[in-house]
Nanobody, 121 residues
Framework: VQLQASGGGLVQAGGSLKLSCAAS???????MGWFRQAPGKEREFVSA????????YYADGVKGRSTISRDNAKNTVFLQMNSLKPEDTAVYYC????????????????WGQGTLVTVSS
């Protein structure tokens, strides 16, 4: 599975962005996740969604401000981020794994190239 993340950009604090992750093949059997890595920091979990889309998980720092969703017919996963803060600035990566949804990066098998989100104050 090849993943292509897009939708990043420069936005002012309080603004919104919607990230997309398009897969090269069916991800019906894959749980999908979003992770991010800020400069000088380790990659961290942001959000994840189950194969069917009926379960979603969020890191505390984005909970209430972000919504993950998926369109299995289009092999695409989305991350809607609202009320963005400067501390959300990072490269955002989408990832896929076969099976149940997880929140730890090492359990994901496939990774996209990342899309940069920059939030100005």
């Amino acid at each position: 599975v090849q993943l292509q993340a897009s939708g990043g950009g420069l936005v002012q604090a309080g603004g919104s962005l919607k990230l997309s992750c398009a897969a090269s093949s069916s991800t019906f059997s894959h749980a999908m996740g979003w992770f991010r890595q800020a400069p000088g920091k380790e990659r961290e979990f942001v959000s994840a969604i189950s194969r069917s889309g009926d379960s979603a998980y969020y890191a505390d720092g984005v909970k209430g401000r972000s919504t993950i969703s998926r369109d299995n017919a289009k092999n695409t996963v989305f991350l809607q981020m609202n009320s963005l803060k400067p501390e959300d600035t990072a490269v955002y990566y989408c990832a896929a794994r076969v099976g149940k949804v997880k929140t730890t990066s090492w359990e994901y098998d496939y990774w996209g190239q990342g899309t940069l989100v920059t939030v100005s104050s």
